[in-house]
């Protein structure tokens, strides 16, 4: 259809070339340039507006992404409901024990739990791990506190800050000294 269309304005194009002021009469009707075609049956002025094409394509990708998630998401739920459904009390055996997912009823909960979600035991055995290293950094700095304390009330002990002094510069200061009371001696006044 779009070649047609091309073909005829080619061809309109063509025909209306060469003679640009003259009316033409093909097959019943006048054909002419010089004159305007008006064909618009109503008022000659094109309102300016904002363009709407970010929200015709923010609703075309959200209902893409839509059907995308919840047709497959619905089909594992309807099949999950339908058949499989719920599970069911049994007696439970005398040397079995259950797994933490076996406890959920519905069949997608327990794959969440068993899948996605840590253990139970895992998580309380994580937070009393944790709760220890905090008990054992709080001996500790007490411990810490209780040594600084009995430091600074001796006066004995280097402290852990102490930095020790390097007997290079202690040399080189000392012998400077010498130097200046070899040439002054004690009397400096003059």
Do not use: C
């Not at 194009?13 to 093909?26: E, Q």
């Not at 944790?130 to 280097?158: H, S």
């Amino acid at each position: 259809m779009v070649s047609w269309s091309a073909l005829g304005r080619s061809f309109g194009t063509n025909l209306f070339k060469n003679n640009l002021k003259s009316t033409n009469l093909i097959q019943n009707v006048n054909f002419s340039l010089a004159k305007t075609l008006n064909g618009d049956h109503g008022h000659k002025s094109m309102v300016l507006q904002p363009s709407r094409w970010q929200w015709h394509k923010f609703k075309d990708m959200f209902h893409y992404y839509l059907m995308v998630g919840l047709i497959p998401v619905g089909a594992i739920v309807f099949y999950t409901n339908v058949f499989i459904g719920p599970a069911e009390l049994t007696p439970i055996p005398e040397d079995y024990v259950p797994k933490h997912w076996e406890y959920h009823r519905h069949p997608i909960t327990r794959f969440i739990a068993r899948y996605i979600h840590n253990n139970p035991q895992q998580d309380y055995e994580k937070f009393m791990h944790y709760i220890d290293e905090e008990a054992q950094k709080v001996k500790l700095r007490a411990l810490e506190k209780m040594v600084t304390q009995k430091m600074a009330e001796r006066n004995d002990y280097q402290a852990y800050y102490y930095r020790p002094m390097v007997n290079k510069y202690l040399r080189v200061n000392k012998q400077v000294g010498d130097e200046i009371y070899d040439r002054i001696g004690d009397n400096h006044d003059e």
